[in-house]
């Protein structure tokens, strides 16, 4: 089993900035994908971003090329999305997720954390 648990969402204003951290912990694989989701209230998850853990490769989806970015501290065994220039669009709860599969699908992930709420206001 793999545990992720997020943290640093929050409220802030439209182009304010957020990291959010995704703490993993238990049978961890350095051939995981570890993606971050979203999904706002009505709407399906989607995918917003993903690195390989292994060789670091990222991955973005188009509307937050440039204003966001995923890392990740081998050491401490975190993965981070830093989001700047954000949008009141941003708004939405914001899953970690780790997996073998497809970086951009919700079924190519088979651990997902609880979430954390991101509320960007204009």
């Known amino acids: 089993q793999v545990q992720l648990v997020e943290s640093g969402g929050g409220l802030v204003q439209a182009g304010g900035s957020l990291r959010l951290s995704c703490a993993v912990s238990?049978?961890?694989?350095?051939?995981?994908?570890m993606g971050w989701f979203r999904q706002a209230p009505g709407k399906e998850r989607e995918f917003v971003a993903a690195?390989?853990?292994?060789?670091?490769?990222?991955y973005y989806t188009e509307f937050v090329k440039g204003r966001f970015t995923i890392s990740r501290d081998n050491a401490k065994n975190t993965v981070y999305l830093q989001m700047n220039s954000l949008k009141p669009e941003d708004t939405a709860v914001y899953y970690c997720?780790?997996?073998?599969?497809?970086?951009?699908?919700?079924?190519?992930?088979?651990?997902w954390g609880h979430g954390t709420q991101v509320t960007v206001s204009s």
């Open positions: 690195i390989r853990w292994r060789v670091g490769y990222t």
């Open positions: 238990g049978r961890t694989s350095s051939s995981y994908v």
């Open positions: 997720a780790a997996g073998l599969g497809y970086y951009s699908s919700t079924s190519g992930y088979d651990y």
